[in-house]
């Protein structure tokens, strides 16, 4: 599961490593980028990305509602503690992210850059995504739950594709997109860990 996961983001991984290669630098690369998603983009598929973006509250509420249902139902106590232990990570995910937010406020890229083109509702600050940072704490948590391969290729792919959408966007940086993800996988471990240690009858994968 670590190597689909380091797989599925090799790609933001490398974009962080020019990133941080240095600030001034790492600004001019961060938008730079962005330009090239969101200003050359296949404006065909502007409907589609808006899409996947919008399904990232719809699939993070239903997900863990799911499955606690599903144990609820059953009685299943281990299915029961998987569900609390996701919605877990997303009140974990949602603080840390919240927390940075108004922490750094950092502005929207279409505020500071004009030439972006802002192509969603953007709200609070930009740094780090939202977006991202729920969607790859709710695949985390969920392939955490259920690690078969069925599972996990398409929670990552759609994770992925949230964070890539919102850069399509224009209303998050690269770096916004790859800390998201970040604070999503950490969160999503550390819930995990935790419900390894605290739960009796939480599964320890």
């Known amino acids: 599961m670590n190597l689909f996961i380091f797989l599925s983001m090799k790609n933001i991984v490398l974009i962080t490593f020019l990133l941080l290669a240095g600030s001034l ?22 409907g589609t990305f808006k899409f996947i973006s919008d399904s990232d509250t719809p699939v993070i509420f ?5 499955v606690l249902s599903v144990g609820l139902i059953n009685k299943d106590k281990p299915t029961i503690q998987k569900g609390l232990v996701m919605t877990g990570t997303l009140f974990l995910n949602g603080g840390i992210t919240t927390i940075m937010k108004y922490s750094f406020k950092r502005p ?84 995990h860990m935790l419900g390894k240690k605290y739960l009796s009858d939480y599964p320890g994968y």
């Not at 192509?119 to 740094?127: I, N, V």
């Not at 985390?140 to 399509?168: D, E, Q």
């Open 25 to 46: 630098s790492a600004q001019n690369l961060d938008i730079d980028l962005l330009r090239k998603i969101n200003l050359n983009r296949n404006q065909n598929l502007d």
């Open 62 to 66: 239903a997900g863990p509602l799911t």
């Open 108 to 191: 929207r890229p279409f505020v500071t850059y004009p030439e972006i083109q802002k192509l969603d509702k953007a709200g609070s600050y930009s740094f780090p995504s939202g977006h991202t940072s729920s969607a790859f704490a709710f695949a985390t948590s969920i392939c955490l739950a259920y690690p078969k391969w069925y599972v996990i290729a398409p929670s990552f792919a759609w994770a992925s594709l949230v964070g890539y959408s919102r850069m399509h966007l224009g209303v998050h940086y690269p770096s916004d997109v790859l800390v998201g993800a970040l604070i999503g996988v950490g969160c999503g471990f550390l819930t």
